[in-house]
């Protein structure tokens, strides 16, 4: 398998360490009653059949933490983008 | 011996003669023969025994598809087993021996099996050897090894070298025969960076044995010239002797070339093989098709073989496979090599033809149509064929053929099954997009203007660019196996599968395709069923009621044939299996006589015994030296990170559940990191070396974790801390320098400042330099609990510091001290260290719980708050002493209360670090016991069943030693 980094270009799979799902969001708050968002946010994780986004970590490359979105089904890759970006267009999203 | 080397033909060099031995005996043959086509022209048929009954066997195929011709090849450390003698190039000296028989290959003990065949039906395996269940280990396996085995690899290490490489392509052609040339030709010519590889030792392909007219030269002309005009292309890269063994995603092909396996020993300074990995925008899977074997009664004999087979060993190697022979066909393609064996002087008694209607042109050869071969007669050869009228027909070799099976594996590879095609009455690869195609006969395409056409359609041209030719006629009607015979016929030849295996294991409840496979083992082992598993799954088929569709093939995986393991090894084998990571004072530590433990990569100073000592009477007079004197022992494995920025405090704040922003310049701290899920990661120190720097220690065996979980934090969790961090490890020696005597010692090296309270107080952090101008950082820190430094330096100044500290030191007895020393020290002191931070504790369970904030957030604040994670109950880390001063503690032993017996439901925790200690003349230790703080002073049971441990102990404070750190700031 071959993943694009957006520094490194196509690189292959060996130079990558996968963390997982790349969706959850950390919660912000740190009262109490967001237990449930913590929760979830610690240990909740979907399983899905097609696109999926995971944290990759360009480890024996540039260092970049990527959001690598793959099929789980083909394998097929649609697209990479830095954790960075990840990170900061849906925390302008919500803004 | 009677020679059955053809007088002419074959693509052989008849000027050079080369010797070679199989079991023992001398042979001679001739470069471009192979193993197998060097001994058929010596008149050697039996070339192996089965791997159930015994039986005598032959070679079967001329190629890959091998499945009784496996021969040991080689000897002493270069022996390798199960090697295909078909695929085995002859070279001078080359030494090879039959398996699987004992003690010879003619008379061979275990043939006594085919007698007792009943036994070993379908299933045998579950059925035979199932009870008492105490003889699996002690008499049956060892049984099962001995009489069924294949054969026996080398008992040394292996002496040659491997390699890996990527190719990356416009187009990866995989087979050079007719489609594959073509393919390749065509994608060239139109400017493609094009790679042809093919398996064989020569490209052609089928070119190089089938009797074809293309472009109005022959079939192999016309490929000699396509492959000169390949090689004369700047963007063709041809790759003979290789072996694409897989399909990966991302259009990624895995080969094997093997390099140096045609000479006796590769040369010094090249490979064995190599390991390639191809990146191919396009793949063109031009890799033919597969004859199948018909099932008929001792369809094994040796002598008999796939048509295909004899007439390429006639051909290409000139070898006769015998000097009367018999053709049976359920297609057009067996009078092939009726006429090809007629044309070189080869008696073809007769052409078996089961199809009652078929008009093929037999070259002048009697055919008996609508009739079937029921049994080959002979044990170690041919004698002859009996047909299921009962005629008789003398003979020394058979010639079968029962259709071709085009070769879908590598298109199957990425999960998708092939199709069945009735036409051809064979399996067409699935479709696989626009990336990965087959051309040819590997897509079920039958004639060779089908052929030349696709391959030029699929390199990206038109059909009508590829010659002209003349076609044979091809039509096939299925004859899956001889229902009229009585003798044993066989549909998987490497697992002895008969023909009555298959629909035993379906009315046994094993139906599906692939419970079949593995209670019948049909399509397992070297083979992995090439010839047979079609004729299994239409034989299932039928017992079953179903059709060849809805039975379906088992599922192909890679690797088409087998690989080496030293090609996967490729060099990172030896001392290059894995880095070897040295400390900068490793000079100094190998001076002083240290014996090294490798910890992760790393070789760490463990202790420096003095004469005879073991390591705990070493590591013993370390601690007293040092908690005397002074000792010094090497740190820098500690991961180390500079950290820097406006925001760097507040990362750091993020980072640890304790607060750094607060600390001063200056100053260091002890900081606890945990997991998002409340647990504790990882510890260490932090010093603050300006308003915007601060450096991080790390334990040694989470320092790559640590660092990738910052990097983690930073850019996905928050990304507008302005801050930068770099590893810099490996650019620091550091030495921790301990004892009463380390501030007169380090004194006597520092430049220009006087060492006291005032300038370097506890927990001080200062930049200076040493021995005249080197800089240095010193840190007033302790794991000891004794008055203590930590120095670091410039990796490269390392050794020399240390020097200049043992010389320093040396009116006050100073010492190395290694791990050990420092282990016992900790202990002592009660201070956590792996053992404690075992992924299970929290910063209460340490006793650190005062530590975590309450006025920030951090990693890990939320979830450490969680019922279970606060729990009074919860194990947390308490002192143990012996009951009996005397005792030894070991780690692992769990505790009981006084009085109950050993059960989970008993156990109250565990001993996590032991030490015999130095300054209590006894052995103590940590551990995690439930609820442990309330239960100081308390007398435990302490129980190891491992090791027959029943003593008993008394829960203390963790710090065994100097209780009130009167030492720390002496």
New interface residues.
């Given amino acids: 398998?071959?993943i694009k980094c957006p520094h490194c270009g196509a690189r292959?799979?060996e130079e990558y360490?996968f963390?997982g799902d790349?969706r959850p969001q950390?919660?912000?708050s740190?009262d109490?009653s967001?237990?449930e968002q913590?929760?979830d946010?610690?240990?909740l994780r979907d399983n899905p059949k097609g696109r999926f986004d995971e944290?990759v970590?360009h480890?024996g490359g540039c260092?970049?933490?990527l959001v690598v979105s793959r099929n789980t089904a083909t394998?097929e890759?649609h697209g990479t983008v830095?954790?960075?970006d990840?990170?900061?267009s849906r925390q302008g999203a919500k803004a | 011996m009677t020679s059955f080397r053809l007088e002419k033909g074959g693509l052989i060099d008849r000027a050079a003669s080369l010797s070679f031995s199989f079991d023992g005996k001398g042979f001679t043959g001739h470069p471009g023969d192979t193993l197998a086509s060097a001994l058929i022209a010596n008149g050697v048929h039996l070339m192996g025994r089965s791997f159930k009954y015994h039986r005598p066997r032959g070679v079967i195929s001329a190629g890959s598809s091998e499945p009784n011709a496996l021969v040991e090849l080689r000897e002493g450390a270069r022996q390798e087993a199960n090697t295909r003698a078909t695929m085995i190039e002859l070279y001078e000296g080359l030494v090879a021996k039959s398996q699987n028989r004992w003690p010879s290959l003619a008379f061979d003990v275990g043939a006594i099996n085919s007698l007792a065949a009943s036994m070993f039906v379908a299933g045998f395996y579950y059925k035979t050897f199932m009870w008492p269940k105490s003889f699996w280990e002690k008499i049956y396996e060892p049984l099962i090894r001995r009489a069924a085995g294949l054969g026996s690899a080398a008992k040394e290490a292996d002496p040659d070298k491997y390699e890996k490489a990527y190719a990356h392509g416009d187009l990866l052609v995989i087979g050079s025969g007719p489609a594959g040339l073509m393919a390749a030709l065509t994608a060239a010519r139109l400017g493609a960076r094009v790679i042809l590889a093919d398996e064989g030792t020569r490209l052609g392909g089928s070119l190089l044995f089938e009797n074809e007219e293309i472009d109005g030269k022959s079939g192999l002309d016309w490929a000699n010239s396509a492959i000169a005009e390949l090689a004369s292309m700047p963007n063709v890269t041809l790759m003979p002797r290789t072996t694409v063994f897989g399909w990966y995603d991302g259009n990624i092909f895995g080969a094997v070339e093997r390099v140096n396996d045609h000479v006796l020993a590769p040369s010094p300074y090249e490979p064995r093989q190599r390991y390639w990995r191809v990146i191919a925008k396009r793949a063109v899977l031009a890799v033919g098709a597969e004859e199948r074997p018909i099932v008929f009664g001792g369809n094994d004999v040796p002598g008999v073989m796939l048509a295909s087979a004899m007439r390429a060993y006639a051909n290409r190697y000139a070898a006769a496979a015998g000097k009367a022979a018999v053709v049976f066909t359920n297609n057009d393609s067996g009078y092939r090599t009726a006429r090809d064996m007629r044309t070189h002087g080869v008696r073809v008694e007769v052409i078996v033809d089961s199809r009652a209607d078929s008009r093929v042109e037999a070259g002048g050869v009697p055919v008996i149509r609508g009739r079937k071969i029921v049994d080959v007669k002979g044990g170690k050869g041919v004698a002859g064929i009996e047909l299921d009228d009962h005629m008789h027909i003398g003979c020394d070799t058979v010639a079968m053929s029962g259709g071709w099976s085009p070769i879908v594996n590598l298109a199957c590879h990425r999960g998708a099954r092939p199709k069945w095609d009735a036409t051809i009455a064979g399996f067409v690869p699935p479709d696989t997009g626009e990336s990965f195609v087959a051309a040819g006969s590997a897509a079920g395409r039958m004639l060779l203007s089908e052929c030349l056409a696709d391959g030029a359609a699929k390199g990206g041209g038109k059909p009508s660019d590829a010659p002209k030719c003349r076609d044979e006629t091809y039509a096939i009607k299925a004859l899956w196996w001889v229902k009229e015979s009585k003798t044993k016929a066989f549909v998987d030849y490497q697992n002895d599968v008969s023909v009555k295996d298959l629909p035993l294991a379906a009315r046994e409840g094993y139906s599906d395709i692939e419970l079949v496979k593995r209670y019948t083992t049909t399509g397992m082992a070297t083979d992995q069923g090439k010839l047979g598993n079609v004729n299994a799954i239409a034989i299932l088929a039928e017992a079953t009621g179903k059709t060849i569709e809805q039975v379906g093939t088992t599922t192909f995986r890679p690797y088409y044939t087998p690989v080496a393991f030293g090609a996967f090894a490729g060099p990172f084998v030896g001392r290059h299996f894995q880095p070897t990571r040295k400390t900068p004072l490793s000079d100094w530590a190998e001076e002083q006589g240290a014996v090294f433990v490798e910890t992760g990569l790393w070789m760490r100073s463990s202790w420096f015994p003095r004469a005879d000592e073991d390591w705990l009477a070493s590591a013993t007079r370390e601690v007293l030296a040092t908690r005397s004197g002074v000792g010094i022992c090497d740190v820098s494995t500690l991961g180390k990170i500079d950290v820097q920025g406006k925001d760097a405090g507040a990362f750091l704040d993020k980072l640890y559940c304790n607060t750094f922003s607060t600390l001063p310049v200056g100053k260091a701290r002890y900081g606890l990191m945990l997991r998002e899920d409340g647990i504790v990661f990882d510890d260490g120190t932090t010093s603050r070396l300006a308003d915007d720097h601060f450096l991080m220690t790390t334990t040694t065996a989470n320092a790559a974790r640590v660092m990738s979980h910052m990097e983690f934090c930073h850019q996905a969790l928050w990304p507008d801390l302005d801050v930068q961090y770099v590893s810099v490890t490996e650019q620091w020696g550091q030495m921790a320098v301990a004892g009463p005597r380390s501030r007169a010692t380090l004194q006597k090296i520092v430049d220009g400042v006087t060492l006291n309270d005032e300038t370097v107080p506890y927990m001080a952090a200062k930049e200076l330099t040493i021995l005249g101008g080197i800089p240095a950082r010193l840190f007033r820190i302790s794991f000891s609990g004794e008055h203590a430094y930590e120095l670091a330096v410039p990796a490269d100044y390392a050794n020399m510091a240390a020097r200049a500290l043992m010389q320093a030191g040396e009116e006050f007895g100073i010492v190395p001290y290694g791990v050990e020393a420092l282990s016992i020290m900790r202990i002592e002191k009660g201070h956590v260290a792996g053992g404690e931070l075992n992924g299970t504790t929290t910063a209460a369970d340490l006793g650190l719980g005062k530590m975590m904030s309450t006025k920030k957030d951090y990693i890990g604040r939320m979830m450490a708050m969680r019922e279970g994670l606060t729990d009074a109950n919860r194990q947390c880390v308490v002192g143990i002493r012996p009951f009996h001063r005397s005792d030894r503690l070991r780690s692992g032993s769990h505790f009981l209360k006084r009085g109950d017996a050993p059960s989970i439901a008993n156990d109250q925790g565990y001993i996590t670090s032991v030490a015999f200690s130095p300054m209590l003349g006894q052995w103590v230790g940590l551990a995690l016991l439930a609820n442990g703080r309330a239960r100081i002073g308390e007398m435990v049971k302490i129980f190891d069943g491992l090791r027959g441990i029943h003593q008993y102990g008394v829960i203390c404070e963790p710090m065994h030693f100097d209780r009130e750190n009167a030492r720390l700031h002496a």
Avoid: D, E, G
């Fill in positions: 398998m071959l292959p799979v360490t963390l790349a950390r919660p912000t740190n109490p967001t237990m913590w929760f946010y610690v240990y944290y970590q480890s260092r970049a933490w394998h890759i830095t954790a960075r990840w990170t900061k």
